[in-house]
């Protein structure tokens, strides 16, 4: 994982790449922790172009919320989730971001220790799982490059109880920890949890029903099937907030409503079923309107009624 990817060139001298590192540095501290600063004034500040800032800008949209007042200044958006927005990565991604420092860079212990001490549920001993995750990659990997079946040792799932083995043809993984594969025995292209496996083994076996392979794409709250529906909210700066801070692939969704007077944001996007985003509306349902579909509307109303059901039925007991 590369939070620099674009900003050094092939070419640059180590100077030059020094200065660069150190211009982003700078822009990210002044976006965070100073008053924001509109493009002319950050560009005056670190001696760079507008043109440059604004590009350098819409590269950092990838890691951190970042916004802008009515007077043209940008910032980026600060709160106590924004801030330790390490500590909400998952087991996997932490997984993913400590394999990702460099062994060979003579920066690359102090950097881990930094991690560790950052979070810490993250220790050395996940130089071992992480090895093994990366294991687990790799096999997937070489069994898709190779059409081969593999099975998932020990996998644990949500509906079922236990732990049991699955025989799987793979088609893909996304984001680095879902693995995509077509399961024989329900003849049905699922979602699995690479995490979730204690081991994966390449079969001696050939991939045979790509005829029935589905290649499947999360929405922006990371759900992989269900009914496909074109959703429509209208956020609070908090909702907004919230939002693309926990579920990035939103952000490109977002977009300034002006039909009041008052800062509000939509969200507009299609989605794969209600659960992802029906989760994220129960969370802050004050701070969200649900504009269509009616269904969606209808969805929260029945949880939040048999929520209040079953808690009225707790509260007879007692």
């Not at 590369?2 to 640059?12: A, N, P, Q, T, V």
């Not at 490059?145 to 020990?154: E, F, G, R, V």
């Not at 507009?268 to 659960?275: P, V």
């Not at 349902?285 to 969805?299: A, G, K, Q, T």
Request: a negative charge.
């Amino acid at each position: 994982m590369d939070y620099f990817d674009g900003y050094l060139e092939k070419g640059d001298g180590v100077l030059n790449a020094q200065d660069r590192l150190e211009k982003i540095l700078k822009l990210i501290i002044m976006l965070k922790y100073r008053k924001p600063r509109t493009l002319s004034q950050l560009a005056n500040s670190l001696d760079k172009s507008e043109r440059q800032i604004r590009r350098d800008i819409k590269s950092l949209e990838k890691f951190f919320p970042i916004d802008m007042d009515y007077h043209n200044r940008y910032f980026i958006v600060s709160d106590r989730d924004n801030d330790n927005f390490l500590v909400s990565l998952t087991e996997d991604e932490l997984n993913l971001v400590y394999q990702s420092i460099n062994e060979s860079s003579p920066l690359s212990h102090s950097l881990k220790e930094k991690l560790a001490a950052k979070i810490p549920e993250l220790n050395y001993e996940y130089e071992e799982e992480s090895d093994n995750f990366s294991d687990r990659i790799e096999a997937i990997r070489k069994a898709i490059l190779d059409q081969k079946a593999i099975s998932l040792i020990k996998y644990r799932s949500n509906t079922s109880k236990g732990f049991f083995d699955r025989y799987l043809e793979p088609i893909n993984i996304i984001n680095g920890h879902y693995l995509v594969a077509y399961e024989p025995e329900v003849k049905e292209t699922k979602v699995f949890h690479i995490s979730r496996a204690e081991s994966i083994v390449i079969l001696d076996k050939d991939i045979k029903h790509q005829d029935h392979h589905t290649h499947l794409k999360p929405d922006p709250f990371g759900m992989f099937s269900g009914q496909k529906l074109e959703v429509d909210l209208r956020l609070t700066v908090m909702a907004k907030n919230l939002l693309q801070e926990n579920f990035p692939q939103t952000k490109k969704f977002i977009t300034r409503d002006f039909t009041s007077q008052e800062e509000f944001y939509r969200f507009r996007a299609e989605i794969n079923g209600f659960e992802g985003i029906g989760r994220f509306i129960l969370g802050i349902s004050n701070e969200v309107e649900i504009i269509s579909p009616e269904p969606l509307r209808n969805y929260i109303t029945d949880y939040l009624l048999k929520s209040l059901r079953k808690l009225e039925a707790l509260t007879e007991k007692v």
